[in-house]
DNA sequence: ATAAAATATGACTACTGGTCATGTATTAAA
DNA sequence: TTTAATACATGACCAGTAGTCATATTTTAT
């Protein structure tokens, strides 16, 4: 029978268009200037009926910063050249993520959020795998890298993986730095834009082998 | 007459029994889960009373964040053997840091707290003037690359200041990620140790001279 | 047609950051 | 010493909001 099986697709459906009506919210008024009964109306259901979606509020905040990670991961896919070394891809994707960033800083803020809290929500277990599933644009990231390692163009002497966080939690921290303290930036005398380059040229050396 | 400098001295030295309480409270519940209430029972004032002395709670969040900083840097400076290098000294507080990190981990929270959101507080010109003053550890960290600069163990395209906010910005990604993430960290099988590691490896490579 | 299950509602509660009218202590002036 | 003025302290109170729950409506199964 498909009764179950268009129910489940609606409830999904639902789900989706609670967690657009909550972008539209928090990504004009921010997270913490949008209330719930913000959320309901732009859904055009009672509060009750969120939570009957939703844990908590942190919980559709949390759907976002999915949804954020979804599109970096595709911009990653998409700036890759295949006929490229995996050091070179390295610097594209470095690159998608700043555009990225530029593009999208409302999804952005969200990935910074839950990178920078250790979320409850993220405590159960399953979570922990979500975030390297399909979601995640990291366990690409580690693909890159081992190209890069088998080929040559990468050190080899530290793990495709262990090097993948590394760079990908360094990133975020340079990406974090540059999209919250504009104005200490600015108030230095520096660009955001030397700062990133200033990145790009020291994980090049950094990594590249030999 | 020295009345008037007795109460700057004792209203100094109230904003900091406030901070002290405030810390304790923090500290043990979390900032979230922190109530202003607790906080001036812990204090033995009045709720209003806090008030007289602190504009709002994430105030005196940003307190107890300037103490960490005060901490930090005092770190940053035992750290360095005088007679070493300039590439030298940069491993030295690297190391330091992440001492930091490890011995005080609540006091770090505090730092990520406000390195991961453009706080409101942030925005007056003289506070962004305090970043670059006694507080910081930043300016110290300029002094020591600009150390390695001249004495040519360091690369020298890229200016001091430059590369010291990128450094900063990139090992504060680095330990958020360690300090926050250590469930996703193990899950995929790796150690925090071997992220810092690595981070110190890929920089040693990246800012060498030559 | 009817019972049962699933879904939706919004008034309500609990909590808490911040305020303010009302003190009380301290200092200056008469 | 008395009085006025100023500075400091208080806690009952207010406003805003995340999350709940008894009730109502719709959908499905019998």
Not at 4 to 25: G, L
Request: charged share 30%; hydrophobic share 35%; glycine share 4%.
């Amino acid at each position: 029978m498909g009764i179950s099986e268009r129910k489940e697709r609606e409830k999904e459906q639902r789900r989706n268009d609670i967690v657009d009506a909550a972008e539209k919210v928090f990504f004009k008024k921010g997270l913490n200037n949008s209330t719930m009964d913000e959320v309901a109306e732009e859904a055009e259901l009672s509060k009750g009926t969120l939570y009957l979606y939703f844990k908590s509020k942190e919980e559709i905040h949390f759907e976002i910063k999915s949804r954020a990670l979804i599109i970096l991961k595709k911009m990653f896919h998409k700036s890759i050249s295949e006929n490229k070394t995996g050091f070179e891809n390295c610097a594209e994707i470095g690159k998608a993520y700043v555009d990225f960033v530029k593009k999208h800083s409302n999804y952005y803020k969200a990935i910074i959020h839950f990178e920078s809290s250790d979320c409850s929500i993220c405590e159960f277990r399953d979570k922990c795998e979500d975030f390297f599933k399909e979601d995640n644009p990291l366990e690409f990231f580690v693909q890159i890298i081992s190209k890069g390692i088998a080929d040559g163009t990468i050190r080899s002497d530290i793990s495709a993986n262990v090097l993948a966080q590394t760079l990908w939690a360094q990133t975020n921290g340079i990406l974090q730095f540059v999209s919250t303290k504009q104005k200490i930036i600015e108030f230095a005398g520096v660009k955001a834009e030397d700062i990133i380059n200033s990145q790009f040229e020291i994980i090049k050396k950094g990594i590249k082998n030999k």
